[in-house]
């Protein structure tokens, strides 16, 4: 009898032992771990959303609506620490973000991600946007053509998402670089160049991929 207690007193020791050399690991260890399961969360979500596939996606108010969702999960407090964008979604927010005058002017948008920057496809509405504005090219054009636009975007500040068209053509008629910013200026009523969109405040990087659109939350 006495020796099975000492046997339970000696696995008792044991035990706690080994729970507190786990309890030192864990603290001397932590950031490692917390590193492995933020890895863990981020692969979890990756595999969810690679259901995006490469491709045009068109501007829709179901897409927007799905994009104004996903924007309001990673503002939130709790929120996850990363959120992806199709291109359809993308492409509604583009549309969102352009000036009363630029959503007459362009009908049937579309984005089409690359690695590191968008590329907007949609038809030019000539007679709202004014063929004087391409000079000789504007006597050519026809009442719809096609326009694409196409460069890098980055987070300006906080809250604020830029895309910088660098290549922009007309009917496959490329423009040259200093007649770019003066267009795009028309077609969002800015003066800079740039087309901007608010974003949430959460928001610090984003990542632009063949078949998607990632914004990582701004470390706190």
Do not use: H
């Amino acid at each position: 009898m006495i020796a099975g207690c000492l046997k339970n007193m000696f696995a008792m020791a044991g035990c706690a032992t080994l729970f507190v050399l786990a309890a030192a690991a864990g603290w001397i260890y932590r950031d490692q771990l917390a590193d492995a399961y933020r890895a863990f969360r981020e692969d979890e979500t990756t595999v969810a959303e690679e259901v995006f596939v490469a491709g045009p996606g068109s501007a829709s108010p179901e897409a927007r609506e799905s994009a104004v969702a996903k924007y309001q999960r990673i503002a939130r407090i709790d929120g996850p620490e990363f959120v992806a964008l199709s291109a359809a979604e993308m492409a509604s927010l583009i549309r969102d973000g352009l000036d009363p005058m630029g959503r007459r002017a362009l009908d049937s948008i579309t984005v089409t991600f690359e690695p590191g920057r968008f590329i907007m496809e949609a038809q030019l509405v000539t007679a709202v946007w004014g063929k004087d504005q391409l000079g000789l090219l504007g006597g050519l054009l026809q009442d719809l053509e096609p326009l694409r636009a196409a460069g890098p975007a980055r987070v300006m500040r906080r809250g604020v998402l830029a895309w910088e068209p660098m290549e922009f053509s007309v009917r496959d008629v490329p423009l040259p670089g200093p007649l770019i910013p003066p267009i795009v200026n028309r077609i969002t009523g800015g003066d800079d160049g740039l087309m901007l969109f608010g974003v949430p405040s959460t928001i610090a990087e984003i990542r632009i991929e063949p078949n998607k659109v990632t914004f990582f939350r701004r470390v706190q």
